[in-house]
């Protein structure tokens, strides 16, 4: 079992930027494909983006595509998730979660929210305008 906690959200204006963190625990972290999602007052759950066990590939929602960069650094259990240009329509709350990297079928389902297995708790991106 992996043990994830989000930091790093907060109020920004418009255009501004903000490094959201996912710190893990429990678990070896390399061994987890990492995504993130977010879910926008009153709608639901919707992807982000995602990268692989290594990083090597990234996958993104056309919506964040140009402005928001994921990452990670297995070396400290962390994934990054560094969010530029932000938009108001950017307001939600930001989850990222992780599913065991055996999955065969990630490559296909990686947006699907009942791909992974654990989540953090979320961490709240107000973008003003």
């Known amino acids: 079992q992996v043990q994830l906690v989000e930091s790093g959200g907060g109020l920004v204006q418009a255009g501004g930027s903000l490094r959201l963190s996912c710190a893990a625990s429990g678990r070896t972290f390399d061994n987890y494909n990492m995504g993130w999602f977010r879910q926008p007052p009153g709608k639901e759950r919707e992807f982000v983006a995602a990268n692989t066990y290594s990083g090597g590939t990234t996958y993104y929602a056309d919506s964040v595509k140009g402005r928001f960069t994921i990452s990670r650094d297995n070396a400290k259990n962390t994934a990054y998730l560094q969010m530029n240009s932000l938009k108001p329509e950017d307001t939600a709350v930001y989850y990222c979660?992780?599913?065991?990297?055996?999955?065969?079928?990630?490559?296909?389902?990686?947006?699907?929210?009942?791909?992974?297995?654990?989540w953090g708790q979320g961490t709240q991106v107000t973008v003003s305008s």
């Open positions: 979660a992780a599913v065991r990297r055996f999955r065969s079928d990630y490559s296909t389902r990686y947006y699907s929210p009942p791909m992974y297995d654990y």
